[in-house]
């Protein structure tokens, strides 16, 4: 396996069943590895207790399974707004719930963009539009996200609590609204002018563009995209759930606001954004900043352990199982715009054959082909314009040999043609 083609691919839909097998077996040595190493600073022995706790207390676990489901829904709302919104490419209802179910584990999607754009660019969608609508998607997530971790900050904050720590809730409190207005007015401002450049130019141009999408969602979505934030925020807010569950699986129960921040603290990379779901990388960071927000250390690692073993592993067989259709809705694709190649090359052929035979465009002689516009004989063509032969052509205009093709005008031969008025010609000279 060619790990460098693999992460340009942005995807594992053509990934053969080994591969995926072994980067199956990689992502839970990964979790596994992190789990086992924040064991270790916190101690074996104090999480092994922690533990112990889980078969008094696992009924919490059914509420982590039904907050993913729920998660789910959300995530199908958000998805279908943000592709749908201002004339966006058009997905069947099946092929949109296997889509989804694809993305929303994220570990068919690594890297975040490439089964998302591959999935835009099967149903018809340009190349720089796909990359607009999936960028606006992630904006759409990370702007919801900052959005619940602004309030949170500002509860805290109010309340006068001291856990987190300022620098945990004050930049949450200040930076994402002022964010958003700056990202929106910049968007509308400068997203024409970039929107035919190329290079770095054009790529920003591609981002300010997906930021007026999301503008759009949150300011003006109108009837038919109305559920896509709200379907983000009930995405977010079931994920917390389930994340919560997971702690309280080991009789923890933190405050909604500390843990709304800790959380949103250690969401460096999204399921959908990072590598294999990020797979090693959450479950080493989101333990922590939850410890920094107030959760015993003990409790964090092996809460998020949990939870971040079943939100990865529980959507899996369904993205598994979503990958045939996955496939053949790239093959569809593929041989749809190959038909389309071909019809194009074969009219430009047909042109380029009608131009070089004289013709016009309408199949009629070209004018230098020896004919007037209405298909009739030129007057260069011993001819005059309506089909009769030119004086130049050796007859008068009635039809007539004229006297230069050696013969009177009443047919009989002159000097030159060996006969005068029925007489031999003298020039011939004797029989």
């Known amino acids: 396996m060619r790990f460098g083609e693999l992460w340009r691919s942005g995807h594992l839909l053509d990934r053969r069943r080994r591969e995926i097998g072994f980067l199956i077996g990689l992502s839970a040595v990964l979790e596994l590895a992190a789990g086992v190493g924040l064991a270790y600073v916190a101690g074996f022995a ?25 998660s789910f829904v959300g995530y199908y709302f958000a998805y279908d707004g943000i592709f749908n919104l201002e004339h966006g490419p058009r997905l069947t209802a099946r092929q949109m719930r296997v889509v989804v179910t694809a993305g929303f584990g994220g570990f068919l999607s690594h890297g975040g963009a490439g089964l998302d754009a591959h999935a835009l660019t099967s149903a018809g969608c340009q190349k720089r539009e796909a990359s607009v609508r999936v960028w606006g998607l992630s904006g759409l997530e990370q702007g919801v996200l900052s959005l619940a971790a602004c309030v949170a900050a500002i509860v805290l904050l109010v309340a006068g609590r001291s856990v987190p720590p300022l620098n945990f809730t004050l930049p949450w409190a200040v930076i994402p609204v002022p964010g958003f207005l700056l990202a929106f007015w910049l968007a509308e401002r400068y997203r024409g002018r970039l929107c035919d450049r190329s290079g770095a ?89 939850l410890w920094v927000s107030g959760a015993p250390l003990a409790i964090a690692i092996s809460g998020i352990f949990v939870y971040r073993i079943l939100s990865l592993w529980l959507p899996l067989p369904f993205a598994l199982a979503s990958l045939p259709e996955l496939r053949q809705l790239g093959a569809r694709a593929v041989g749809g715009r190959a038909v389309s190649k ?90």
């Open 201 to 289: 130019p054009g790529k920003l141009g591609i981002f300010l563009h997906s930021i007026h999408l999301v503008r759009r969602l949150f300011l003006d979505p109108g009837r038919r995209h109305a559920g896509a934030v709200p379907g983000m925020a009930l995405f977010w807010a079931a994920d917390f759930f389930a994340a919560w569950c997971a702690l309280a699986a080991f009789d923890l129960r933190m405050s909604v606001a500390g843990f709304i921040v800790g959380v949103a603290t250690g969401m460096i990379f999204t399921r959908r954004a990072a590598p294999l779901a990020g797979a090693g990388i959450l479950a080493l960071v989101l333990p922590v900043t």
């Open 342 to 431: 071909l019809v194009a090359d074969g009219s430009k052929a047909a042109d380029d054959r009608t131009a070089d035979a004289g013709s016009t465009a309408d199949g009629r002689p070209a004018a230098d082909a020896g004919s007037t516009a209405d298909n009739r004989p030129a007057a260069d063509a011993g001819s005059t314009a309506d089909g009769r032969p030119t004086v130049d052509a050796g007859s008068t205009a009635d039809g007539r040999r004229t006297a230069d093709a050696g013969s009177t005008a009443d047919g009989r031969r002159t000097a030159g043609g060996r006969r005068i008025a029925g007489k031999p010609a003298t020039a011939a000279g004797p029989r």
């Open 46 to 70: 104090a999480v092994q207790h922690v533990l112990g706790g889980l078969l008094e207390h696992w009924p919490w676990l059914l509420g982590l399974a039904g907050s993913l489901v729920v």
